[in-house]
């Protein structure tokens, strides 16, 4: 195996790992016969309440006291039993866990805190119903929703992909765990990166599911197997130290995500490498050099790496020409509306920043003292703390928000750039 060997003087950045794979191999394993082992899990508010969520519907998951893996035994199939569910602020938790608890046999009602509340659910409510099973949801199509369920046929379903990857990826995961399988039809599909991590990751636990047509995925229902799994550091966060070798001029490596990462936003360093940053990518490893200059002056689709836009755009005022971003209106339904949020916190900085539906373009120019509003938002509170390695005037009104993906994100990057100030802090999650 031949590697891209990182530049001698490179900063390597300790990046924990993904949320995204954490938690759909939490589910999947739950779902599985026997027990499966997994390494090197994201530990996060967000990971945590998926934890808990799952052993509330039955599953058992403990941590090792050696290594930090988790332990799975799994359901073998849907779960049993009556629950109220809490999925916090973990969005994953609302999309991906109804799907599996309408495969099995009970009562159980998800709850969320007032952010996911605010976050729809009706689609995938919708869906399910659709399939059989007996769902209600609270006003406006919203948490708290409730699934009495009796297991699933299964059959032939058509869902609108437009609003969020994370409806289809509980669906689809749940696939396997229907009588008769599933047959799904997709329209508009975003985020597709996530799309194909959850069929790769349904493949490793044994799923047989295939994409007749692009579009199309039929799931024969043979259920999950245990297995064990080495969780990848998170693409998306890698985002934020990858975006801050270029914007300082350093080079910065991330281990553990080469080239056949299963996370789409990987993908990010190729937007750097248009904004004239230098990657290096090989079997193991990625990284970013910043070579002095940011360039602006074009327009790029992030639709399928949208959880990485903001990184984009809250380091676009150093850019030398204008910066467009395209393809997110499905970020204005995350943990804020991310398009509008973004544009406050560069205007409050004196950056102009034009808005439509589903764009976004930033211009270059000098920035204002500012205290940048998070609205509980990680991934605003990080981005913008890239941008501060430069203008070193900004504060967070909410820096421990980045516990819901890294509670120790301050830490490092204040390790790597000593000039990063570490604010105060609460106190962390613990596995």
């Given at each position: 195996?031949?590697?891209?060997?990182?530049?001698?003087?490179?900063?390597?950045?300790?990046?924990?790992?993904?949320?995204?794979?954490?938690?759909?191999?939490?589910?999947?394993?739950?779902?599985?016969?026997?027990?499966?082992?997994?390494?090197?899990?994201?530990?996060?508010?967000?990971?945590?309440?998926?934890?808990?969520?799952?052993?509330?519907?039955?599953?058992?998951?403990?941590?090792?006291?050696?290594?930090?893996?988790?332990?799975?035994?799994?359901?073998?199939?849907?779960?049993?039993?009556?629950?109220?569910?809490?999925?916090?602020?973990?969005?994953?938790?609302?999309?991906?866990?109804?799907?599996?608890?309408?495969?099995?046999?009970?009562?159980?009602?998800?709850?969320?805190?007032?952010?996911?509340?605010?976050?729809?659910?009706?689609?995938?409510?919708?869906?399910?119903r659709r399939l059989g099973a007996e769902v209600h949801t609270g006003p406006g199509g919203t948490l708290p929703l409730?699934?009495?369920?009796?297991?699933?046929?299964?059959?032939?379903?058509?869902?609108?992909?437009?609003?969020?990857?994370?409806?289809?990826?509980?669906?689809?995961?749940?696939?396997?765990?229907?009588?008769?399988?599933?047959?799904?039809?997709?329209?508009?599909?975003?985020?597709?990166?996530?799309?194909?991590?959850?069929?790769?990751?349904?493949?490793?636990?044994?799923?047989?599911?295939?994409?007749?047509?692009?579009?199309?995925?039929?799931?024969?229902?043979?259920?999950?197997?245990?297995?064990?799994?080495?969780?990848?550091?998170?693409?998306?966060?890698?985002?934020?130290?990858?975006?801050?070798?270029?914007?300082?001029?350093?080079?910065?490596?991330?281990?553990?995500?080469?080239?056949?990462?299963?996370?789409?936003?990987?993908?990010?360093?190729?937007?750097?490498?248009?904004?004239?940053?230098?990657?290096?990518?090989?079997?193991?490893?990625?990284?970013?050099?910043?070579?002095?200059?940011?360039?602006?002056?074009?327009?790029?689709?992030?639709?399928?790496?949208?959880?990485?836009?903001?990184?984009?755009?809250?380091?676009?005022?150093?850019?030398?020409?204008?910066?467009?971003?395209?393809?997110?209106?499905?970020?204005?339904?995350?943990?804020?509306?991310?398009?509008?949020?973004?544009?406050?916190?560069?205007?409050?900085?004196?950056?102009?920043?034009?808005?439509?539906?589903?764009?976004?373009?930033?211009?270059?120019?000098?920035?204002?003292?500012?205290?940048?509003?998070?609205?509980?938002?990680?991934?605003?509170?990080?981005?913008?703390?890239?941008?501060?390695?430069?203008?070193?005037?900004?504060?967070?009104?909410?820096?421990?928000?980045?516990?819901?993906?890294?509670?120790?994100?301050?830490?490092?990057?204040?390790?790597?750039?000593?000039?990063?100030?570490?604010?105060?802090?609460?106190?962390?999650?613990?596995?």
């Open positions: 195996m031949t590697t891209v060997p990182s530049p001698p003087d490179s900063l390597h950045a300790r990046v924990p790992g993904s949320k995204s794979l954490t938690n759909r191999a939490l589910l999947l394993a739950a779902a599985a016969d026997g027990t499966s082992v997994l390494a090197t899990p994201l530990i996060s508010d967000d990971t945590m309440a998926f934890r808990r969520a799952l052993g509330d519907l039955g599953a058992r998951v403990q941590p090792s006291d050696d290594d930090g893996a988790w332990q799975v035994t799994g359901l073998g199939r849907g779960p049993k039993g009556t629950g109220r569910i809490w999925c916090a602020d973990a969005g994953t938790a609302a999309r991906f866990l109804p799907p599996l608890a309408a495969a099995g046999h009970g009562d159980f009602v998800f709850t969320g805190s007032d952010q996911l509340t605010a976050r729809p659910v009706a689609p995938l409510a919708d869906a399910l409730r699934v009495r369920a009796q297991g699933l046929d299964g059959g032939a379903l058509e869902v609108d992909g437009s609003l969020s990857s994370q409806f289809l990826s509980g669906l689809l995961m749940a696939g396997p765990l229907l009588r008769g399988g599933l047959l799904l039809g997709v329209r508009e599909l975003v985020s597709r990166p996530y799309v194909d991590m959850t069929l790769a990751l349904m493949r490793h636990f044994g799923a047989d599911v295939a994409e007749n047509t692009p579009g199309e995925f039929a799931i024969r229902p043979t259920g999950y197997r245990a297995a064990d799994l080495g969780v990848e550091p998170d693409a998306s966060t890698a985002s934020y130290f990858l975006a801050a070798a270029a914007v300082t001029g350093r080079t910065v490596t991330v281990r553990g995500l080469g080239r056949g990462s299963l996370q789409g936003d990987v993908r990010f360093a190729e937007v750097l490498e248009r904004a004239g940053a230098r990657v290096h990518r090989g079997e193991e490893a990625i990284s970013v050099t910043g070579t002095g200059t940011l360039r602006g002056g074009f327009t790029v689709d992030m639709g399928d790496i949208s959880d990485t836009f903001m990184t984009l755009a809250a380091i676009a005022p150093l850019a030398d020409a204008p910066l467009t971003i395209r393809g997110i209106g499905h970020a204005r339904l995350k943990e804020s509306d991310r398009i509008e949020a973004v544009a406050r916190n560069l205007r409050a900085l004196g950056v102009r920043t034009d808005t439509g539906r589903d764009w976004i373009t930033v211009h270059p120019g000098s920035t204002y003292p500012a205290r940048i509003a998070c609205h509980r938002d990680h991934r605003i509170a990080m981005a913008f703390s890239v941008l501060n390695l430069r203008t070193r005037n900004l504060t967070l009104d909410d820096p421990g928000c980045v516990a819901k993906t890294f509670p120790g994100f301050h830490e490092e990057l204040h390790r790597l750039f000593p000039r990063h100030p570490l604010p105060a802090l609460p106190a962390r999650v613990s596995a």
